[in-house]
C-alpha cells in the first residue's frame, strides 16, 4: 500500500527517504565514537522492531510505552510502533516511580520500555497494570529489545491505519493536577508535519541537502515530532545530541542548516564565546518554541550570529498551531508567533467566549486537521476543553492583529513552563501537601535567567508542626520529577488570600519576582 492508500504516518516518512539508502541519515555527535546510520539502517531496524510487536499479536490500539535514554534505537522503536499500527506513548525519562505508576495505570500499554536499571521497579508496576511484555533499552543498544528484535526479518510491510486512528498519546499534566493523555492520530501528525515542509522551506531546498542538529529530548512533541518528522520528510540528515551540550552543539553548526530549541537552549549557546557568525555560515534557520522567548534573547541571537529566530507556537495536543514566515523580511518575527499555519484556525475569545476586536486580548482557541481527538478516557475533561461549536481552547492569552498575526501574552491556565517543560502547580501543591506537617501550599512561577521560570513554593505549617524548606525540597525530590521540585520553599505563617478566600498567586509572584534575577 503507497502513501495514498496507507494513511500511516510511516508511509509518508519511508516515502521521504533518499533514493540512495547508503547515504547517511543520522550520525551521533556524543556517544563514545560518532556512529553512523544509513537510510537502510532506519528502514531495517525500525523493520526488525516493528515485526518484534507484530509477533506479540497485539490488537491495533495497543498503547506502546517507552522510558529510555535518547538513542537512535529509541527513535526507530518511534518509528516501529508507527509501522506496526500501534500507539507510542514516550514518556520523561525523569518521572519517578508515583508518576509511572499513573501514567501506566491510566493507559494500560501492552508493552513498556524502560532502561534496564530501572527494570526492576518498571516492570513490578507494569505487571501489577496488566501489561504482559517489558523490554529494556539503554543508550549504549543494550537491553532485551534489541536482543529479541535480532531475531526479527528486516523486512516488514507497514500495518494499514486510517487517518483518524490514534497513532500517539502524550500526556500532558491537567489544572487539577491528574496528567491527561493527549490522543494523536495518524492525520494529526502527518498533516501537521507536510504543512512545516513547506512553511519552513524544507521542501525548497534540494532534497536531502539539509542537516539538522537534533539537541531535544524525544519524549515531547517539539525533539519527537517537529525535529523529527522534518528533517525527515526532507531526506535530511541529523546530527544527533543524547543531551544538549552548548560548547558541543556550537562546534557542530557549521556542518548544520537548520536547529530547533527552547529559549534555554538559546540562551545557553549566547552565553559561549564560540557562538559567532562564522559557526552559523550554512545554517538556513533557527527555530525556537515551547516556551515564551524574551525579546533581549531574539536581539542578542541576530546581533551575534546574523540569523532572526523563527518563534512558533504550538502544543502537545495541537502539535504546531502558528510560526513567523520563513523569509524574515516576509514579516517582523519580533515579539510575535506569527500568524496560524495554513490549515490551522485560531480565534481569540474573552471570558464569556465572546468575539474580541483585532489587538484585545482573550483566550486563544484553534481548530484544523492537527487539533488532538481528546484525552485518553476523560470524555468530560476533554468536552471541557472544547467549545460547544468545537474550537479547542489553549488555556493561552493573547492577541491577534489586523494582519492575523499572533502575540503570546499569558496562560489562564496555572502553569509554570521550566526549561520547556511544563510544571503544573496543582500537581505539586498536591504532593506537598501529603508530606507531614504541611497545612497547605501555593507554588508560584518566577523569572529566572537559565529556565526562564522556575517554581518557587509557599508552604504553610500544620499547628505545632515545624517545617524545614530545604527538607521539603529532599522529600519532594524522591516523589517527583525534579524538573517539578520547586527551587526554593519558603515556610510561611500563612497564604496571602483576597476576600473570596482565594489565595492571591500574583502577590506571590511579585514578592519572589527577583529572587533568581
Ligand atoms: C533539568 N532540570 C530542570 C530542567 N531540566 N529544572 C527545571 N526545568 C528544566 N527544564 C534540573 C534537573 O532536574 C537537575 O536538577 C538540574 O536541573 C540539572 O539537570 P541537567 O540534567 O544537567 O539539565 P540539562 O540536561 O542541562 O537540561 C536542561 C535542558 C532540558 C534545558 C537541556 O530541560 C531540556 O532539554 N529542555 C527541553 C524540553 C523540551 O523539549 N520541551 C519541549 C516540550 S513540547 P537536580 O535536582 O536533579 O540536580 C511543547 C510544545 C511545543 O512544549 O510548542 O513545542
Ligand atoms: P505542552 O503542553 O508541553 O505541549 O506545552 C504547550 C504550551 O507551551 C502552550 O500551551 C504554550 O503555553 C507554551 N508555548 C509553546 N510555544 C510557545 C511560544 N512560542 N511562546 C510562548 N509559549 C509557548
Known sequence: MDAQSNANLYVA??????????????????????????????????????????????????????????????LM????????????????????????????????PAVVVCSPHAFGWVSRIAFAAGTRHVYTLDA????????????????????????????????????????????????????????????WGWAAQPRGSDTLIHALPIFHVHGLFVAVHGALLAGAKML????????????????????????????????????????????????????????????AWRERTGHTLLERYGMSETVMLTSNPYRPEEGRRRGTVGP????????????????????????????GPNVFMGYWRMPEKTAEEFTPDLWF???????????????????SKDLIISGGYNVYPAEVEGCINQLEGVAESAVVGVPHPDFGEVGVAAVVPRAGATLDGAAIVAALKVRIAHFKVPRQVFVVPELPRNAMGKVQKNLLRAQHRALFA
Open 13 to 74: 516518512l519511508r516515502a521521504a527517504f533518499p533514493d540512495t539508502l547508503d547515504a547517511t541519515a543520522i550520525e551521533t555527535c556524543d556517544t563514545p565514537r560518532p556512529l553512523q546510520y544509513t537510510w537502510r539502517d532506519l528502514e531495517r531496524g525500525t523493520a526488525m522492531l516493528a515485526n518484534l510487536l507484530a509477533s506479540l499479536g497485539l490488537p491495533p490500539d495497543s498503547r506502546i510505552a517507552v522510558q529510555v535514554d535518547k538513542s537512535v534505537e529509541a
Open 77 to 108: 522503536l518511534y518509528l516501529a510502533v508507527l509501522r506496526a499500527g500501534h500507539v507510542y506513548l514516550p514518556l520523561n525519562t525523569a518521572y519517578q516511580a508515583a508518576e509511572i505508576e499513573y501514567f501506566v495505570g491510566n493507559a494500560e
Open 140 to 199: 549504549e543498544r543494550r537491553g532485551t529489545l534489541l536482543d529479541r528484535a535480532a531475531y526479527q526479518s528486516d523486512r516488514h510491510e507497514p500495518a494499514p491505519r486510517q487517518p483518524d486512528d490514534l497513532a500517539a498519546i502524550l500526556y500532558t499534566s491537567g489544572t487539577t493536577g491528574r496528567s491527561k493523555g493527549a490522543m494523536l492520530t495518524h492525520r494529526n501528525l502527518r498533516s501537521n508535519a507536510e504543512v512545516l515542509h513547506e512553511a
Open 240 to 299: 544527533w545530541f543524547g543531551r544538549f551540550d552548548a560548547a558541543g552543539v556550537i562546534a557542530r553548526l557549521s556542518e548544520a542548516t537548520v536547529f530547533m530549541g527552547v529559549p534555554t537552549l538559546y540562551t545557553r549557546m549566547l552565553a559561549e564565546p564560540a557562538l559567532a557568525r562564522a559557526a552559523c555560515a550554512h545554517m538556513r534557520l533557527f527555530v525556537s518554541g515551547s516556551a515564551p522567548l524574551l525579546a533581549e534573547t531574539f536581539d
Open 340 to 367: 496560524p499555519l495554513p490549515g490551522v484556525q485560531l480565534r481569540v475569545r474573552d471570558e464569556r467566549g465572546l468575539p474580541v476586536a483585532s489587538d484585545e486580548t482573550g483566550g486563544i482557541e484553534v481548530k
Open 393 to 411: 481552547k489553549t488555556g493561552d492569552v493573547g492577541r491577534v492583529d489586523a494582519d492575523g498575526w499572533v502575540t503570546i501574552v499569558g496562560r
